[in-house]
């Protein structure tokens, strides 16, 4: 989409569409270097301080996610597999062409420090599930740097499943330390306080939301949105159980 935004009359789209449009039109130039190139002039240019480690996570999480290096030139928008190979977003995967932007802007409010309010409709979309771990992770990530607040709509047990990763990881945060290899770096420990869970139902022709926090283990419960994996499981179990009935 990001090749067509003049195409785009801004008067029919709602405010958070326009400003993440306004927002990706502002920052493309900016993406003519590369991320440590980016990094070097935001030292050059600024005093407000850098947070060099949460830098260097987010760019390896993005660079994984993406599988490969997102560059913009007159010839329009690439992702560098390698120095001499590379895909023009616009071929490139659905996952690839949705998530590009969402990796970008988050990159660039790590970097500058901003304070924002950021809402993420289905990040998993079009994402393989190891993909989609490393977009929690990018989460994480965003949520300890910056303080800042973000609301995510998701239909993905896998993306739930992921944020409980970071959730134990900082319950039991000081075992951890004590361990040569951490499992889960500090920065992207997830306190249970940061975090809320619902799952919107109807009922009765009208919508009500449940928390699907276990109150207990403090986790989510991603199973709640699992029905599918649920009703498989029972039907594939009856099968099973009617082939032994045979014998």
Known sequence: MSDQLQDINPRQLDVLTEQFIERINLLKKAFSQSFEEIVEDRKK?????????AIRFAIDIIERVMK?????SDQGEKIFFNEREYTKL?????????????????F????ERRRVFMVIEEPEAHLYPSAQKEMVA????????????????THSPYILSAFNIYLYAAKIGEKLDRRAEPIVDRKLRLSPERLKAYMLESEGGRFRYRSIIDDELRLIQAEAIDEASSAINRVLDELMEAEEEGE
């Open 90 to 106: 616009k071929f490139s995967s659905s996952g690839q062409q949705e998530v590009v932007w969402i990796l970008l802007l988050i």
């Open 138 to 153: 990018l989460f994480a990530l965003l949520l300890n740097a910056t303080d800042n607040t973000l609301v995510i709509t």
């Open 108 to 111: 660039t409010v790590i970097l």
């Open 45 to 53: 240019f600024s005093t407000e301080k850098i947070d060099f480690e």
């Open 68 to 72: 490969g290096k997102y560059m913009f």
